[in-house]
T-cell receptor
Framework: NAGVTQTPKFQVLKTGQSMTLQCAQDMNHEYMSWYRQDPGMGLRLIHYSVGAGITDQGEVPNGYNVSRSTTEDFPLRLLSAAPSQTSVYFC???????????????FGEGSRLTVL | AQSVTQPDIHITVSEGASLELRCNYSYGATPYLFWYVQSPGQGLQLLLKYFSGDTLVQGIKGFEAEFKRSQSSFNLRKPSVHWSDAAEYFCAVGAPTGGSYIPTFGRGTSLIVHP
């Protein structure tokens, strides 16, 4: 059971570089989201998607882009990395429709990003 | 919009002692409530959830939580803590937002277990 798969697990970037964090889920979930986790700040929502072709901003979207071309994949792009984007990033998905849909999230294992 | 408050940043207990982690939420109707646990270096795992019915819910690893509407609370409890329970605990509220359920998380409570 793969669930939610994130890659890479670790990445070091220099300021101004770009990169993409990959997220894939095999549960046919409509909803996918990206969070960043910083000490003392809990989990903050960056972007989310309620289905293929639909994305929206969360609490802290600046500096990040997303797209959702398929149900399974939801990549997060950093176009020009900044030290403030040093964080641990989590992808999560959930079923939003059907009986019992409650928004329960299934998480990936996280991607630790350091921007120098 | 919904919000979640976890008033305790850190909690320290001795192994074998009882535990209660506090969670208060703000939402106009009855929300869906969750507790997640994050072990060091890991992703988040669901401990338990409440969305209707019995206000005392049982979860994995011997945890339980009680929904109290009058206090807008959903506190997590365990009668006897094990050293392996040391982790970060997050309370979350999920409420319908434009047809979707977008959970809001508290800032987390770090549980430290002394032998």
């Amino acid at each position: 059971n793969a669930g939610v798969t994130q890659t890479p697990k670790f990445q070091v970037l220099k300021t101004g570089q770009s990169m993409t964090l990959q997220c894939a889920q095999d549960m046919n979930h409509e909803y996918m989201s990206w969070y960043r986790q910083d000490p003392g700040m809990g989990l903050r929502l960056i972007h989310y998607s309620v289905g293929a072709g639909i994305t929206d901003q969360g609490e802290v979207p600046n500096g990040y882009n997303v797209s959702r071309s398929t149900t399974e994949d939801f990549p997060l792009r950093l176009l020009s990395a900044a030290p403030s984007q040093t964080s641990v990033y989590f992808c999560a998905s959930s079923s939003q429709t059907g009986q019992g849909a409650t928004g329960e999230l299934f998480f990936g294992e996280g991607s630790r990003l350091t921007v120098l | 919009a919904q919000s979640v408050t976890q008033p305790d940043i850190h909690i320290t207990v001795s192994e074998g002692a009882s535990l209660e982690l506090r969670c208060n939420y703000s939402y106009g109707a009855t929300p869906y409530l969750f507790w997640y646990v994050q072990s060091p270096g890991q992703g988040l795992q669901l401990l338990l959830k409440y969305f209707s019915g019995d206000t005392l819910v049982q979860g994995i690893k011997g945890f339980e939580a009680e929904f109290k509407r009058s206090q807008s609370s959903f506190n997590l409890r365990k009668p006897s803590v094990h050293w392996s329970d040391a982790a970060e605990y997050f309370c979350a509220v999920g409420a319908p937002t434009g047809g979707s359920y977008i959970p809001t998380f508290g800032r987390g409570t770090s549980l430290i277990v002394h032998p």
